[in-house]
């Protein structure tokens, strides 16, 4: 959303397009693509259909249109929850309890719920909703009252500027909840560091040179300590907390997603880095290796080409094999004009086959083209647009075990729905 995409590297599926028009977009989108290729080669990886069992998807609310999502407790039942948007619904019915009021943004496609993190902000056992705003520039979390039939009550924790979206890390591995915002010309994290007496947050702002569209974190430099990762580098977490964070502009990814994941994927000992194009085509990683001289160089490789709106990457271990894949998928109508815009929407799950070195993509959900979409993009509408049920991904998902059954789930929202997807595996 801080800038307006390219063109295509697949078919639109905008009724009334010809040929030719379709073919110089798809130049002008690979001639792009070559400007912002990192240090060292690039290329395309391997990638197969792996055949599994079939996902299961729930309906949750096939009419909410919030992007955001959380999954928790929030009754106390010993079940998990889930929250979205203006209201949380209680396993295993999915009853609704509407608890605020959420308005549309300056530009009526979004609503001003941008992110949903679940967690105990005051300190008094029940879990509160952390959230921000992309229009009103807004950080704030609303509390849960004691008494359940009352609106949950929303504090401003700041107004950094318009963000994309948020999530909530033990960044430092004390059990400090960070919050890290994706605001638009900034690098900031926000510690919940009282909660007893006072609710406290304290701001940290970095250096602003790695800021854009997309954050992310892993362990860059195997030290130990999680690194934070942007679309034009990554910044080092220092020893000392209180230190500043050193910027390694090592290399440009685009219109990133959020989350960006640093992760070890081809077992080397390396951190890799996994990330989708927010609002083009492209799922890429880049393989991260040693040259003769000791430099740590980055190897780009595309996933996979064929979907667009790739706006949110999870890790996870879907499979239960001990290493971890990621989960991803369309975001609908992230722009209501962007390439791919009115294409099938899809949530595929990723893993990177180390014995043969390739990528494997199961299938969670694969829809259908919105079947007659308005020309004007102004007048899209996801509810209206695509077949009722239609799943893709928001702004987040929420990975847990929403049934209890020792596998972990997808938890789905978008301006199609609410959904969750129950894992095959056990």
């Not at 307006?4 to 001639?31: D, E, I, W, Y």
């Not at 609106?151 to 401003?156: A, D, F, K, S, Y």
């Not at 040259?291 to 490789?301: C, Y």
Request: glycine share 10%; with cysteine; proline share 7%.
């Amino acid at each position: 959303m801080f800038s307006k995409p390219g063109c295509p590297l697949k078919l639109c599926n905008l009724p009334g397009k010809n040929t030719v028009p379709k073919l110089n977009r798809l130049l002008r989108s690979l001639a792009s693509l070559a400007l912002i290729l990192p240090m060292g080669l690039s290329y395309t990886s391997r990638l197969d259909a792996q055949e599994s069992p079939a996902w299961k998807k729930h309906i949750i609310n096939h009419r909410s249109p919030f992007e955001a999502v959380g999954v928790a407790d929030f009754n106390g039942d010993g079940k998990l929850d889930v929250f979205s948007g203006d209201s949380w619904y209680a396993s295993p019915n999915w009853t609704q309890h509407k608890v605020r009021d959420v308005p549309r943004g300056t530009n009526p496609h979004y609503y001003e719920d941008f992110c949903d993190a679940p967690l105990d902000v005051n300190g008094d056992n029940k879990i509160d909703i952390v959230t921000c705003a992309y229009f009103s520039q807004k950080i704030a979390w609303a509390e849960q009252p004691t008494d359940p039939t009352l609106p949950w009550t929303e504090h401003v924790i700041d107004m950094p500027g318009s963000m994309e979206t948020s999530y909530l890390l033990d960044l430092y591995g004390d059990k400090t909840p960070v919050l890290i915002p994706n605001v638009g010309g900034q690098v900031l994290l926000y510690e919940l560091v009282s909660k007893s007496l006072k609710v406290e947050w304290k701001m940290r702002k970095l250096a602003s040179q790695g800021a854009g569209h997309g954050i992310g974190h892993g362990d860059i430099n195997r030290d130990g300590r999680i690194d934070l990762i942007t679309p034009m580098g990554w910044y080092e977490q220092p020893v000392d907390r209180t230190d500043d964070w050193a910027f390694h502009p090592e290399f440009q990814l685009g219109t990133a997603s959020i989350e960006i994941i640093g992760h070890d994927f081809d077992g080397d000992g390396d951190t890799d880095i996994a990330w989708g194009m927010g609002h083009d085509f492209g799922l890429h990683w880049l393989k991260q290796s040693t040259d003769a001289e000791g430099k740590r160089t980055w190897t780009k490789e595309d996933i996979d080409m064929t979907f667009s709106q790739v706006h949110t990457l999870h890790l996870a271990d879907f499979d239960g094999d001990g290493e971890k894949e990621f989960v991803t998928g369309k975001r609908i109508y992230a722009h209501e004009s962007e390439p791919g815009a009115t294409a099938e929407p899809c949530i595929y799950v990723f893993k990177f086959d180390r014995q043969n070195s390739k990528w494997l993509r199961t299938v969670v959900y694969r829809g259908e083209p919105a079947p007659a979409a308005p020309m004007n993009p102004e007048l899209r509408d996801a509810l209206q647009d695509f077949r009722p049920g239609s799943a893709g991904t928001g702004l987040q998902m929420a990975l847990h075990d929403l049934d209890a059954d020792g596998d972990v789930d997808i938890v789905a929202p978008g301006k199609s729905g609410l959904y969750w997807f129950e894992n095959p595996l056990r």
